[in-house]
């Protein structure tokens, strides 16, 4: 699993697009954070940051997969939406090891969720700085919900994503928006519902989300050569 964490980040390094399109996306938050603030300078506090950090945990965690896509397929920035998904040869090294390839879907979510939690915590730890986290007993479901959110959308994005095998760009871009499904749900259910409720649909989308990579992963890799008795 490390080098297939390496190989991915290698090759997300290695396309500057992806890399400048987060970074970009990365900090404008804080800098729309800071402009809010300062809208009003007789009261700084104006924006909750633990409830502003939870809100925004599903997107980072729906960023990270959408910033991995380039370690999902041999030609990410291909424009044509007719051309074919071109493979690296990943996947068919992978079963040829006789390794079990719900690992190496699992194997394939670590970036995702790497990033997902950096750019959260992050944006977390610089309200804090700011002086805009109050910290209480109240706003620790708050936290965990921080915590977990973008490491349970950014996988289940992974898997939806690997689970398509979209032949063609053009799929593939619709699956991949139709994987931004989960951050828009939990986004309104963050606003909606109070933290430890969201916690709990949190960590049982999450439940549901490794059950179908399970599933999904024994159906589409099924194992045709067996050990001989």
């Known amino acids: 699993m490390h080098a297939m964490l390496w190989k991915d980040w290698t ?25 809010l ?9 104006t924006i909750d940051g ?13 960023l990270g ?3 991995a896509i380039c370690t999902l397929m041999a030609n990410p920035n291909e424009m044509d939406m007719s051309a074919a998904v071109e493979s690296d040869g990943t996947v068919e090294t992978w079963r040829a090891s006789g390794h079990s390839m719900l690992q190496y879907c699992i194997a394939k979510s670590l970036l995702p969720m790497l990033i997902a939690e950096i750019m959260s915590m992050s944006i977390l730890g610089y309200l804090a700085w700011g002086g805009l986290a109050h910290w ?15 490491a349970v959308i950014a996988f ?26 989960p951050m828009l749900a939990f986004i309104v259910v963050m606003l909606m519902m109070s933290a430890t409720w969201a916690l709990i649909v949190l960590i049982t989308f999450g439940i549901l989300a490794v059950a179908f990579s399970i599933i999904s992963a024994h159906r589409r890799y099924p194992m045709t050569l067996r050990p001989i008795l």
């Open 11 to 35: 090759l997300l390094r290695k396309n500057p697009l992806y890399l400048a399109l987060g970074i970009g996306l990365w900090l404008f938050i804080p800098v729309m954070i800071a402009v």
């Open 37 to 45: 603030s300062a809208s009003d300078p007789k009261n700084p506090a």
């Open 50 to 62: 633990l409830s502003a950090a939870q809100t925004l945990a599903p997107w980072y965690g729906l």
């Open 65 to 67: 997969s959408e910033l």
């Open 136 to 150: 209480s007993s109240a706003a620790i479901p708050e936290t965990v919900c921080i915590v977990l959110t973008p």
């Open 156 to 181: 289940a994005g992974e898997q939806m994503l690997l689970a398509s095998h979209a032949a063609s760009v053009g799929s593939f871009s619709v699956v991949s928006l139709v994987s931004s499904v």
